[in-house]
């Protein structure tokens, strides 16, 4: 759900969904590669990054 959301666009859907998935599997969520190509996609498209974006990013190991 999260990478059809990047890629249509709606960036705050996708990072929502992001953090939905880390909130209900914390350990899961660090080592999927998936992950980080739609945090890249959702973090490319937008102009600045929150606080939020930057720590889920060290959560999925997205160096910034």
Do not use: C, H
Request: charged share 25%.
């Amino acid at each position: 759900m999260a990478d059809a959301y990047a890629k249509t666009g709606d960036y705050a859907a996708a990072f929502a969904k992001l953090e939905q998935i880390r909130s209900d599997s914390p350990e899961w969520l660090p080592n999927q590669r998936y992950a980080r190509d739609v945090l890249l996609r959702v973090i490319s498209g937008r102009r600045t990054l929150t606080a939020e974006m930057r720590t889920m990013a060290d959560v999925v190991g997205l160096p910034m």
